[in-house]
């Protein structure tokens, strides 16, 4: 179901619009977050490790990572304080593009403080993507589901909300069973990344 979002009714919101949407959702929420990466580029022109990244600066933008460890250990016993997991999915295609190399040091640090990731080969997705690539997915429990939006460039732009129950509790089901069925980040990053040379941009 996954890969036929787009035919269902949503509400188109803008980046400011999702941002302040999200937050509201999740404010006092006791339950699972689910998130879906499936694109193998994005452009995060706000954040300075990838500002670095893509200026060839490898080290620069892991130092930045790192300096980022502290917040994101508070936001870790946040969630666990309100009751609330985070569960991401990222798939990955072989050879791992530069943008998902770098990513993936920014996913460990966040598995390393409690978040929960899992990695799927985009090959095992074939079942899944009979109408064309996943989209970009986030649902928040039972209460909203997010189709993250991109420019052509992969700059994101905002999200389609939608509210459709169905819709919502099939797409958390979805990437919940692709979560038990991949592999967990740490140990994908240790064999898979972490003897990578610094990636060409």
Request: proline share 6%.
């Amino acid at each position: 179901m996954l890969d036929q979002l787009a035919r269902f009714r949503g509400e188109v919101l803008d980046r400011v619009a999702y941002h302040r949407d999200f937050a509201r959702q999740i404010d006092d929420l006791r339950g699972t977050i689910w998130k879906l990466e499936r694109s193998q580029v994005f452009r995060e022109l706000d954040d300075p490790s990838w500002q670095a990244f893509s200026s060839g600066d490898w080290r620069r933008s892991l130092e930045l990572l790192e300096e980022d460890r502290k917040a994101i250990r508070t936001e870790a016993d946040g969630n666990r304080r309100q009751g609330l997991e985070i569960k991401r999915v990222r798939v990955v295609e072989r050879p791992l593009s530069p943008y998902v190399q770098w990513e993936l040091h920014a996913l460990r640090m966040l598995a390393e403080e409690g978040f929960e990731l899992s990695v799927v080969p985009a090959e095992e997705l074939s079942d899944l993507e009979i109408q064309g690539q996943l989209p970009e997915v986030v649902v928040v429990g039972t209460r909203v589901l997010y189709e993250v939006r991109y420019r052509p460039d992969w700059t994101p732009c905002g999200a389609r909300r939608i509210k459709t129950p169905d819709v919502i509790r099939t797409a958390a089901s979805e990437i919940s069973r692709l979560h038990r069925k991949g592999e967990p980040l740490l140990r994908f990053f240790e064999r898979e990344v972490a003897p990578l040379p610094a990636p060409a941009v």
